[in-house]
């Protein structure tokens, strides 16, 4: 086996989970960023059975592979259950979260404390860069879905994809 998993567990990893439906640029900046600092990021793509997402979470699992495929260090894949269990399975220590404003550290302080009293597994809150600071799958989507024009706030490969998704609904 070649590539970063196999070189052992002395590789810092970390995960950046979320549903991402769509990618947008504010979550691929939080990845890239981590991506400089862990020798392995792990996208988690979350399984809600109760949400009906835009897309599958096959075809979200795609459209981030390709929109990270030049940061080398990347890895994504799916998850249902709790969080830290994904973590204590792959021997991920960390979660990099992004923090667009206040009221996502009154939620995402609770469920890093949470975390952390469950298995030990540590999160570190990354301030979303200031041009993203407002931006969300669900406000994409929104926009999008009354023609208002996020080609911008996607990355390249995934507004196409969104635009066709929305016409057909």
């Known amino acids: 086996m070649t590539g970063p998993e196999s070189e052992g567990p002395t590789l810092r990893r970390a995960v950046c989970p979320g549903s991402f439906d769509p990618i947008t640029n504010g979550h691929l900046d939080i990845i890239a960023r981590a991506s400089k600092l862990y020798d392995v990021v792990h996208v988690a793509v979350m399984i809600n059975q109760s949400k009906k997402g835009l897309f599958t979470v096959e075809e979200r699992i795609e459209l981030i592979r ?3 495929a030049d ?5 994504v894949e799916s998850f249902h259950g709790l969080l830290v269990d994904f973590c ?3 021997d991920i220590p960390a979660i990099v979260k992004g923090l667009r404003a206040v009221s996502d550290f009154d939620y ?8 952390n009293g469950l298995t030990g597994v540590e999160t570190l809150f990354v301030p979303t860069n200031p041009t993203y600071s407002f931006l969300s ?4 989507k929104e926009v999008a879905a009354w023609g208002g024009d996020v080609s911008h706030l996607v990355p390249p490969t995934v507004l196409p994809r969104l635009t ?3 016409a057909r609904k």
């Open 66 to 68: 390709e929109v990270t």
């Open 71 to 75: 940061l080398g260090n990347v890895e």
């Open 88 to 90: 204590k399975q792959r």
């Open 108 to 115: 995402e302080l609770q469920m890093a404390q949470m975390n």
């Open 137 to 140: 799958s669900s406000l994409v």
């Open 164 to 166: 066709e998704r929305l």
